[in-house]
């Protein structure tokens, strides 16, 4: 499994925290040639037992294809090459655009076969309020458009948890969202966190949180909506047409080791984890080894999150049976064959479940 983190953004939205530049000339090929580097220094590392490539951001649809290309080429001079069970690529609707049907194609011809979209809502007043580069009509237009192309795997992202949010927008756009008939639709609700425009309008009071029964209510809407619309909820926050469900993601929360490339990208080892630097030019990397316990909260924090659950083995061997009976007694906690899980009406509180749990 190989990550690639690409951190270029036009613009930065008001809700993001991550690590992003504004590409300025020279940008994208001081970045390639640092990635490059790393792939050469770091190719024993990578695992191809899961053979899934994942480019997220940042935005990677900003990435010249020609960088890319030469990205792709040296993974393959170093024995990672493709083809690729799941190969994902982030893009921008507005990029897609911009770009159009021969950007995809080629896309396509480098075996790019998942497109992840960010659309995050299809109401025009809120997108531009989160500072998106696009509108709701872009989103739909840079949908047809990957149609087009030929990609029959295509995710999208929506953001809830607002409070400008109301119910009736956010089904609406729900609605958009399942009638373009994606085969994946994640759904993440709004945090906020870190140094961004969004921390700074809630600390000034021109902002204020949406409370936890706003997003308990929308998520029950989402949940119903995507259920009713033929959806799988495999995960707290995904979901997915059957056979749809994200390989990659899937290799995270069953903790499959791999190596995260670029600036501020992280990797898994098995035993350690380790992180690159958030700086361009001459990231380090630096490890970190995981301890038994460390191992333990994580492997039941991952699965949980998941409707595959735990091993019945491990959740005896690592939690009080006392906190184990009394959730299953509570229904925040079934058991399905040998395996355990959180069932979808308690997803929206699985944090307070597994902290129970630890
Ligand atoms: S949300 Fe994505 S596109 Fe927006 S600033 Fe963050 S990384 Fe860039």
């Known amino acids: 499994m190989i990550y690639l983190h690409v951190p270029f953004c036009k613009s ?27 792939i050469r220094v770091r190719a024993k590392e990578m695992d191809n037992s899961l053979r899934t490539r994942y480019l997220g951001g940042g935005t990677p649809s900003l990435l010249p294809l020609a960088n890319l290309t030469q990205i792709l080429l040296t993974l393959e001079e170093c024995g990672h090459g493709g083809p690729y069970e799941e190969f994902t690529l982030e893009a921008n609707p507005e990029d897609i655009v911009e770009k159009g049907l021969p950007y995809l194609q080629s896309l396509k011809m480098l075996g790019v076969n998942r497109m992840s979209m960010g659309v995050q809502s299809f109401n025009d007043e809120l997108l531009h309020w989160m500072n998106r580069r696009h509108n709701s009509e872009g989103a739909l237009e840079a949908f047809r458009l990957v149609r087009e192309a030929g990609f029959d795997n295509v995710s999208i992202d ?76 495999y995960e707290i926050s995904n979901f997915a047409k059957p056979g749809f469900e994200a390989v990659h993601n899937g290799g995270y929360w069953q903790r499959h080791p791999y190596v995260g490339l670029g600036p501020a990208a992280h990797s898994f080892s098995g035993r350690s984890r380790n992180w690159n630097d958030s700086v361009l030019d001459g990231y380090k990397n630096t490890k970190e080894a995981l301890t038994v316990e460390d191992e333990k909260v994580e492997t039941l924090m991952l699965a949980l999150r998941t409707a595959r659950g735990i091993d019945g083995e491990f959740l005896f061997a690592n939690c009080q049976k006392e906190d184990i009976n009394r959730l299953m007694k509570e229904g925040a906690l079934v058991k399905v064959g040998r395996r355990y899980r959180i069932p979808e009406d308690h997803f929206f509180v699985s944090d307070q479940i597994i902290r129970e749990l630890i």
């Open 158 to 233: 929506l953001i809830f948890g607002l409070s400008n949010l109301s119910d009736q927008v956010w089904e609406e756009t729900i609605n958009k969202a399942i009638e373009l008939d994606p085969e994946h639709i994640s759904c993440y609700q709004l945090t906020v966190e870190g140094d961004n425009v969004l921390a700074h309008r809630l600390e000034s009071g021109e902002y204020e949180e949406a409370s936890d029964q706003v997003c308990r209510r929308q998520y029950d809407i989402l949940c119903a909506k995507m259920a009713a619309a033929g959806y799988n909820h």
């Open 12 to 38: 930065f939205c008001t809700y993001c925290d991550f690590y992003s530049e504004i590409p300025e000339k020279g940008m994208f090929d001081l970045y390639t040639d640092q990635v490059c580097k790393e």
